[in-house]
Structures are given as structure tokens and as C-alpha cells.
């Protein structure tokens, strides 16, 4: 098969969201099989898609969250055209056209060539339903509203502006859980069109990874957007140092927000027990978590969770907020606070750090759990729906 898989949301060179993450390990294992796959990115993917055929949409980079609405807008109706204009001059009216999210660069351009060439199939990813701009990513799980905030209320809109051409023209949507696979059903999806993917692991990598020197007493990946609740492990960790006053926690990840996020860590006194080490990825990453002692993905909000897949896989304990979705994904493994609740985030990390037995036994719960996640199982599980 002809795989044109767009991914064409990224904004820099660094960072991954899940759907990233998926877009890149599939694309690999398509080609494996020996299917042609073309990726339409921007200048920021290249380096990550390097060895695969690339057309390339945008050569700007956005360095301001203000922009992203506009360049998003901008992105997918000069892609539209110039997807469908290479398709066209190629002579290629058969293949299979991936949306690597619902966002609108991505989501846009694969319904213009649809509705231009029928004979295309258009798959696409749906890994996290958009929540009620009224409840945000925090009141969607622990109940409440709140006054919308205009980037939730626009996210929110295109996603479901998306949904409804989607459920008419697209072939197959890639959901993260069951609890989302039941969302569309009950919007009109038919069963055939969705299929559960859930999340994987780089296994290579962290085979290859080895413990490094300096060790640290938890981790955390992730972006520092309000729905990875990145402050309330802030606030938690002043918790844990008051009672472990070494304890060091490591940070993977970058964000437009770095700024504001060091500058907080900072006001609260707590630079020396929170170390930030950047985008890390691959075994760079893997070691970082191979020297730690457990991972705190402190989400308010997920479909699946890919950092806490990473961090099982590698042996450690996960500290959490108890999501809906983890009681599908995660049965074991994780440590589960109420949502919202700090100090309860801030006793599990602790109950971790001073107990031996305890830690060692969530462990082997979680390289257990670990072991359903897998890139290859998904993509045969995409081929065979789609042959």
C-alpha cells in the first residue's frame, strides 16, 4: 500500500506528543513491511523522519502559543492544495492518506484530497477527546465547571467541526481506550470505522538503555500544559522535601511556557531538588528513567498515557491521579491518587521512596503491564482493518 501520513502539527524539533509518537513508530513499520509511506511534515520533522521520503509544507517555526490557532489555520489550507496538486501530477488516485490527529493541519488537508479522490482511504488518529470547555481538562474527571478559556473553547469546536466530516469520509479512526471507541459509537460512528490502538514502547531502546551515574528519586516527562498537572507535582515535591530533603527529581520535556515553569520552580525554593534535563529521546531518555525510582505522571486528564507506559516498561513504580482510563490500561502498577488531591500525590511518591518491598512489588506489576504495549502488534492490527 501508498501511505501519505501527515503529521504536520508539529511546531519545533523537539518534543512528541502520543500522536507524534505513533505517526513516526508506524511509519517505520509500514515501510518494514515492505509499504510505500511518504510523509507530509514540516521543516521541524525532518530530522525525525530522516530516511523516509518527506514533502515538506512549512519551513516556519511558531515560537509564540498566541500563533498557534492562526498557523494551524494557515498550515492546513496550504497543505490541502499542495497534497492534492502533488497527488494529482503523480497520478495517484489510490492509497491510504493518514491523519496523524485530529488537529486541523493534519485533519484538513486529508479531507480535501478525499473529497477530490474518492478512491482515496483516509485513516485517522483520535487520541484525546476534547474536553467540555465549561469543566477543561481538570473538571472533566473531579467534576465542577469553570469559566471556558478561549484556546479549550476553539479546541473543542474544531475537534467536533472534524468529527462530523469524519464520521462520513474516513475509513478507520485510531482511538487510545475503549472509553473513546464507546464516544464515537454514540455519535454515529459505525464499529468498523474505529478500532483501538493503544500506546507503545521504543523496546529496543530500552533494552539498549543502561543505568547511568547519577540517580534520581522520581521523574517526570511531559509537556508543562495544565493538563499534566506538572504544578501540582510542584507542590507535591515541597511536600517530599520536606520530609526527604535530598530528594531529587528529574524533568524530560520541553514547552513554550519553560520560562514561567523554571521561574516557578525557583519561587518555591526547590531548584536544587528539581533538575531539568531538556527533550530527551530514545536510550538518553530510557537511562534517565533506568536511574530513577519511580515515574509521577500527575495527568488530569489522558486517553492513554504514553510517558506512563515508558516509565513501566523500564521498571518503574507509577504515582498518578486516578483517571477513568487507567482502570482499562493500568490495573497494576500505578499508585492512584484522588484528582486534584496533593497531598495524597505527595504520601504515594513518599510511601515509594522510604519503602523497599512496596517499590519492588509495583515494579514487577508494571514491567507485567508493560508487556501488552507494543508498535508492531498496532500496526498489524491497522493492516489487517484496512485489507
Known sequence: MKFYILNNGLLNAQGMSGSDQRALSWARIFVSYGHLVTMIIPESGRKRYEGLECWITSKSL???????????????????G????????????????????DLLPDSIPALYSKLRLPSLKWISGLHLIAPNPFKGFRKISSGGVIFPEIKNV???????????????????VMVSNSLD???????????EQVLVTYGAVDWPAINSALKQKEEFSACYIGRFHQQKGFFDLVEAWKIVRANLPDALLAIIGTDTNMDAVKKRVREEGLSSNIKFLGFLSG????????????????????SFGMA????????????AYALPVYTEIYPAGMLKAEIGDINGLAKLILDLLSDNSLRERIS????????????????????????
Not at 479546541?155 to 469520509?169: D, E, I, K, N, T
Not at 536510550?283 to 489522558?302: A, G, H, M, R, W
Not at 506512563?308 to 504515582?319: F, K, R
Open 283 to 302: 536510550i538518553s531518555k530510557f537511562q534517565v528513567l533506568k536511574s530513577s525510582k519511580l515515574l509521577v505522571f500527575p495527568s488530569t486528564y489522558e
Open 308 to 319: 506512563a507506559a515508558e516509565g513501566m516498561a523500564c521498571g518503574l513504580p507509577v504515582v
Open 154 to 172: 476553539y479546541y473543542y469546536l474544531s475537534q467536533r467541526l472534524v468529527l462530523f466530516f469524519m464520521r462520513r469520509y474516513v475509513s478507520l
Open 62 to 80: 511558531v515560537k509564540s502559543v498566541v500563533l498557534i490557532a492562526g498557523v494551524y489555520l494557515w498550515r492546513a489550507f496550504k497543505t490541502s
Open 181 to 191: 471507541r464507546v464516544f464515537l459509537l454514540k455519535r454515529g460512528f459505525s464499529p
Open 364 to 387: 514487577l506489576q508494571a514491567q507485567e503491564v508493560s508487556q501488552a504495549f507494543n508498535w508492531e502488534k498496532t500496526a498489524r492490527q491497522i493492516l489487517e482493518r484496512l485489507n
Open 82 to 101: 499542495m497534497l492534492f496538486r502533488k497527488l494529482k501530477e503523480k497520478g495517484i488516485r489510490e492509497g491510504v492518506i493518514y491523519s496523524s490527529s
